[in-house]
């Protein structure tokens, strides 16, 4: 193999030289990506997503930088509540990087930074709030950690966008304790509601059985009054017709009550208290005064024509 002249070693040596001087100037930048180019050590500028010229040897790459959000893992903690009651308490925070200068150069570790920010943070919202109002109020721990981180990071060039509380879990003990009360209060609950059942079914038993009396009440109200109106139109027509229209009136109930005792199917045996010839006495008596014609001369203080006495009249009651 022949050797080389010096001049070809120099050519090669300075095509070399060459070539990784032009790669020492070229950079490719990802996309969600955004790099800081440093010279002898200062910061000059920022070399956006493609392909990007810097000085060889004089300009060098000085932080990569993730612009797209980020989701950060906040490891758990025992926090104590204003109660003295502790709980263990994780959660995430979504942040993105909107100025890179300020975050490669304003803080010395962004991601460590956030960790450590909103863990204290935690405890202070959470350490001012009791056990109850801490496991129910999520919302507004959330509220309260992104309104401290996202104020607090503007200087880092960080924006946070939104700050979930994943756990809050109380100790096994306190979980037992807080179960046997949710059960004392449910059957609490349920022993109320039962007796305001049985109370409402009480008063509306009562209800029921007032309307019913007023109900019977209004009956027999009406029912007397229509006696009342039945004997008084009995009256009023016997004081115009005389004793013949009052023996018919007695005659037709008393045969009607009769029909009644005679056809009850339970009945076996009708035993009818009252003499035979007064009953027939009237009967007739009531045919002759619908047909017109008198019995037979009618006397002041004579008596009735059949017998001379009205059905169900005995002979020691007439005066």
């Known amino acids: 193999m022949p ?3 010096l001049p070809t070693i120099v050519l090669i040596a300075l095509l070399l030289l060459a070539v990784f001087t032009v790669a020492q100037g070229v950079r490719t930048v990802p996309q969600g990506q955004v ?3 440093e010279r002898f050590g200062a910061f000059t500028r920022l070399l956006s997503p493609g392909l990007n010229i810097i000085i060889p040897f004089v300009d060098q790459v000085g932080h990569k930088l993730n612009v797209q959000e980020v989701v950060l893992d906040i490891p758990e903690q025992s926090v104590i509540t204003k109660d003295n009651a502790t709980v263990a308490v994780d959660g995430i925070v979504y942040y993105r990087v909107m100025d890179p200068a300020k975050a490669a150069y304003a803080v010395q570790d962004l991601t460590q930074a956030l960790v450590a920010m909103a863990m204290t943070n935690i405890r202070a919202v959470i350490g001012e709030m009791d056990l109850d109002q801490t496991l129910s109020s999520r919302d507004r721990i959330n509220t309260s950690l992104l309104n401290i981180l996202d104020g607090a990071t503007d200087p880092w060039g960080a924006k946070v966008s939104r700050v979930e509380i994943r756990k809050i879990e109380p100790p096994e003990t306190l979980i037992r304790a807080m179960n046997l009360q949710m059960t004392a209060e449910r059957e609490r609950r349920a022993s109320v509601a039962k ?3 049985e109370k409402q079914a009480l008063v509306l038993q009562a209800e029921g059985r007032r309307d019913a009396a007023l109900r019977d ?5 009406a029912l007397a009054q229509a006696e009342a109106n039945a004997t008084k139109m009995v009256a009023e027509a016997a004081a115009g017709a005389g004793a013949d229209a009052l023996r018919y009136f007695i005659a037709q109930q008393y045969v009607k009550a009769f029909e009644a005792m005679a056809a ?8 009818v208290p009252m003499e035979s010839a007064a009953l027939a006495g009237g009967i007739t008596q009531a045919m002759e005064l619908l047909r017109g014609t008198p019995s037979g001369p009618t006397t002041p203080g004579a008596p009735p024509p059949g017998g001379g006495l009205l059905p169900g009249d005995r002979p020691w009651n007439r005066a």
């Open 217 to 221: 009440a209004e009956a027999r109200e």
């Open 3 to 5: 050797e080389l002249s």
């Open 195 to 197: 007796a305001e059942g």
């Open 35 to 37: 790099w800081t180019v």
């Open 264 to 271: 009850n199917p339970s009945s076996r045996l009708v035993i």
